[in-house]
């Protein structure tokens, strides 16, 4: 071939977003950068030496099964205890509803490859959630977004939206949201159900980090109140570990059908060995032990974050103040632009990520999205205090301008 | 939603072919079933020993980034131990144009999510590889299909179907094809890359197989014909273990990027803590040696397989002679049927898989595909000359009706 221009690619991937965080990440690499830009777990917590006994464990059995191909549902006795975790929050949850996926992100790919018609109507939050809209964008939905409350999605629109648009599928992170950090209230919970209920549609139930809640009471899942039509997704990579890809999707039987074909064409089944040495830590430990000292922990660093913004940030910055997971979201006072910040923050060696990629054709936004997981009380101090004096030039130049 | 009709799933899914060889090993999972209907490595060869080793030394370390998020990607020195390998083949391949993948199975998935378009012509052997098919399937592509003949694809045909149809991608298994066991002579393999030179196509070189080879001489790859225009799939499921999900695809700049796009939003990236494992193996240990014994292994078996089937079959039963691989093909006398003899074959405890789903359009074949790579000599004699009874019974009840 001669020039790339005659390369036959397919029109799905051009719209597809490319990973704004992980291009602005470039720039925040260097270690004299405080960066409250990722969205990684915090590593001091990886269950590390139980892992290792783990797979010391496993690796010294004579089942070389462990290593061989295996099925695409993935790992049976995994699959229980899943379920069983989601029994004791009184979850009634089949294993065989169970389909193991390397991390959320693919359950994602594989409902938009069960669902989305080029077109068909998807209904996200916004700001949303950066992989569910580039791993649904492959498929060409109309993505129609319902904003954020302190309370959760707004009802009153998402019931417009509902109405006007017929969804097919209904993306939602209703406990400590990525990027906002906000939770549903009970009460928004019950709506969106009533909203839902009996159309032909779905709520995809994302919760990546319902078990990291530091303050307040634990909320119903969507399934509780809308069981025929949430279908959820979950993780380890949060609570275990990342590298690992250990996430899942729950779906009533015939959407679990087609999403086993799809996941079957997509990569025959996820890493077995990798599943095996999950279930044996799940066995072995005590998880929710570890749990509760990673929401300890992570709850420390947020209201370490939240006293030092209030020490440190003029008053009419607004923010959110979650009460789990791993983000806290920063509203600076209209038409300040979260791009010129960051790169004022970097110049002062601190990053974040401007709001721009979580929303839908904005391009100069005022928010900005901070991780507390990944840092400590000391470095969230310094970092809190450098955000502050950007926050500062930029207003300046702002009012100069 | 009231019923299951309501559920608004996406056309792709409605052509997707479930797994037929799936469904048909449902019925051979007796222990009392010599089975040559698999398509295992022989787990008797798995690395476990060592595997147990590098696990022990990789989570002994402090590091604890190896649990951690990695990037898209893959990780770089495995990519340059691909690159490396490559190079003794006289390829040169730069490690920035690897793609970590879950096995070439994912390849496959993300080509098909970066090439076709709904309709475009996408060239494939007769018989083909069914995890091919299922992949590429979901993305709606017209398949035209090409037959192999004992030098690899009939090159004739290819040029026609070629220029007729204007296929985007030509997905070719040139050694040790799956299900058919045959391998492109050097000629064939020059003759297609003349074939697809300078047209507005990608060749998509499989070769999960090509290290196993315990004949004849090694043959170049598509890639030294046609650099440019070839894309590579590769896998350790053969080599090392299938259960860790090592597969790459190796493809010029542009289409890389898109792919890597593809596989961020499919699932972000690809077992981290196995990728490592997999790394620290492949440093620690000479992996060269290993895939010496795998191929001396499979070599004796596939002897024994051919020695029993000149005993024990009708000489009008013709077959395949792989120099590789973990396949063999059978062809029955025109008009009797493969699934006929499944059903006499199963009454006799001995299992294989009938050709049907390696064709398209075709409901009743005359072809059989045998996995030898997981039975020993012993078991291939006593399984084969059952199936030989099997045809005998077939013959028989093929004339009296």
Redesign the interface.
């Known amino acids: 071939?001669?020039a790339?221009t005659?390369?036959?690619?397919?029109?799905?991937?051009d719209g597809?977003p490319?990973?704004f965080i992980?291009e602005i990440l470039k720039v925040a690499i260097s270690p004299d950068i405080i960066s409250f830009a990722g969205g990684?777990?915090n590593?001091?917590l990886?269950p590390?030496e139980e892992?290792?006994e783990c797979?010391?464990l496993l690796?010294?059995g004579s089942d070389?099964?462990?290593?061989?191909?295996?099925n695409?549902e993935g790992y049976l006795p995994l699959r229980e205890q899943i379920a069983e975790r989601y029994a004791r929050k009184g979850m009634v949850i089949n294993p065989n509803n169970i389909l193991i996926?390397?991390?959320s992100?693919?359950g994602?790919?594989l409902l938009g490859?069960?669902?989305?018609?080029e077109g068909?109507a998807v209904l996200i939050e916004e700001p949303g959630y950066l992989?569910a809209i580039?791993?649904f964008?492959?498929?060409k939905p109309e993505f129609c977004t319902v904003p954020l409350t302190p309370d959760g999605i707004d009802t009153e629109k998402m019931k417009q939206v509902v109405e006007a648009t017929h969804p097919?599928l209904a993306y939602l992170i209703p406990n400590f949201q990525n990027p906002s950090g906000i939770s549903y209230t009970e009460d928004t919970r019950r709506k969106v159900a009533d909203i839902c209920r009996?159309?032909?549609?779905f709520v995809v139930e994302d919760d990546p980090y319902g078990d990291i809640r530091f303050s307040g009471e634990p909320k119903h899942s969507l399934h509780h109140y809308l069981p025929?039509?949430t279908i959820l997704l979950g993780t380890f990579?949060k609570t275990v570990?990342?590298?690992?890809?250990m996430g899942w999707i729950v779906a009533p039987d015939?959407?679990m059908e087609?999403l086993v074909?799809?996941k079957?064409?997509?990569?025959?089944?996820?890493?077995?060995?990798?599943q095996r040495l999950l279930h044996l830590y799940l066995a072995n430990y005590d998880i929710d032990k570890h749990i509760a000292s990673i929401s300890k922990l992570y709850g420390e660093q947020a209201e370490a974050m939240i006293a030092a913004i209030e020490r440190h940030f003029p008053a009419e910055v607004q923010f959110t103040r979650p009460e789990g997971g791993m983000f806290l979201w920063l509203t600076l006072p209209e038409g300040q632009s979260a791009m010129r910040l960051f790169d004022l923050a970097i110049r002062e060696n601190v990053a974040f990520v401007p709001g721009n990629p979580f929303y839908f054709g904005k391009t100069d936004v005022n928010t900005c999205r901070l991780n507390f997981s990944c840092s400590n009380v000391q470095d969230i101090e310094i970092g809190i205090r450098k955000l502050g004096k950007a926050i500062e030039q930029l207003q300046h130049k702002h009012i100069t301008i």
Chains 1, 2 share one sequence.
């Open positions: 071939m001669n790339s005659h390369i036959p690619f397919a029109r799905r991937m597809v490319r990973s992980r990684l777990p590593k001091d990886f590390l892992l290792h797979a010391d690796l010294s070389r099964n462990i290593l061989q191909y295996a695409t996926t390397n991390g992100q693919q994602l790919d490859k069960v669902f989305i018609n068909d992989g580039q791993a964008s492959i498929f097919i009996g159309k032909s549609m025929e039509q990579s570990v990342p590298a690992f890809r015939e959407v087609r074909i799809a079957q064409a997509a990569d025959l089944h996820t890493d077995y060995f990798t």
